[in-house]
């Protein structure tokens, strides 16, 4: 896990790092009995391919409830 965001109650979503992957699981969104994992993709439509030690950045915002990924790979 490499960033998470806090809701009133619990969390509203985690982000991960795993095998060049970057992807975030939402507890909030679909089935309510399980969690919804979301693939960033770069303004290209691309998943990410990133090797460990690559730098990257990203920004997470909620907004009246909604929340919006903004990645930078």
Same mark, same amino acid.
């Not at 998470?4 to 969390?11: A, C, R, S």
């Not at 507890?27 to 303004?43: H, P, Q, V, W």
């Not at 691309?46 to 790979?73: C, H, M, Q, W």
């Given at each position: 896990?490499?960033?998470?965001?806090? /809701?009133?109650? +619990?969390?509203?979503?985690?982000? #991960?790092?795993?095998? /060049?992957? &970057?992807? %975030? &699981?939402? +507890?909030?969104? /679909? +089935?309510?009995?399980?969690?919804?994992?979301?693939?960033?993709?770069?303004?290209?439509?691309?998943?990410?391919?990133?090797?460990?030690? +690559?730098?990257?950045? #990203?920004?997470?915002? &909620?907004?009246? /409830? %909604?929340?919006?990924? #903004?990645?930078?790979?």
């Amino acid at each position: 896990m490499i960033g998470q965001i806090h /809701g009133p109650d +619990d969390e509203l979503c985690r982000l #991960y790092f795993d095998n /060049g992957k &970057v992807f %975030y &699981v939402n +507890d909030k969104s /679909g +089935d309510s009995m399980k969690e919804t994992t979301f693939e960033l993709k770069d303004n290209a439509g691309k998943t990410s391919n990133i090797l460990l030690g +690559d730098d990257f950045t #990203y920004s997470i915002s &909620v907004k009246a /409830g %909604y929340l919006r990924d #903004y990645p930078e790979i």
